[in-house]
Nanobody
Framework: QVQLVESGGGLVQAGGSLRLSCLAS????????MAWFRQAPGKEREFVAAISWSGGKTYYADSVKGRSTISRDNAKNTVDLQMNSLKPEDTAVYYC????????????????WGQGTQVTVSS
């Protein structure tokens, strides 16, 4: 089992940057593929980025590719999402998710979730 706690959200102007962090409990963190999803009001939860258990493979949604970087530190049980050149359409609650082994892009394939952190980008 792994428990996830996100931090780093907030209010930022368009063009600004934020770094989200997810701290995981448990001694098997390095066994999990990790991902970030987001959900805006009235919309479905959508994939943002994912990273393999080793950190060797990363995946990004087209909407954030080139503006965001996902990284992990297995020694510290953390996975971060650095977001640059933020846009108002990036406004959402951002969730950290974990799944044993793989890094799928569908939220239905993740069974461990954090409580979410709000990101608001003003125009």
């Amino acid at each position: 089992q792994v428990q996830l706690v996100e931090s780093g959200g907030g209010l930022v102007q368009a063009g600004g940057s934020l770094r989200l962090s997810c701290l995981a409990s448990g001694r098997t963190f390095s066994s999990y593929g990790m991902a970030w999803f987001r959900q805006a009001p009235g919309k479905e939860r959508e994939f943002v980025a994912a990273i393999s258990w080793s950190g060797g493979k990363t995946y990004y949604a087209d909407s954030v590719k080139g503006r965001s970087t996902i990284s992990r530190d297995n020694a510290k049980n953390t996975v971060d999402l650095q977001m640059n050149s933020l846009k108002p359409e990036d406004t959402a609650v951002y969730y950290c998710a974990a799944q044993i082994g793989g890094t799928p892009t569908s939220p239905r394939q993740y069974n461990h979730w954090g409580q979410g952190t709000q990101v608001t980008v003003s125009s």
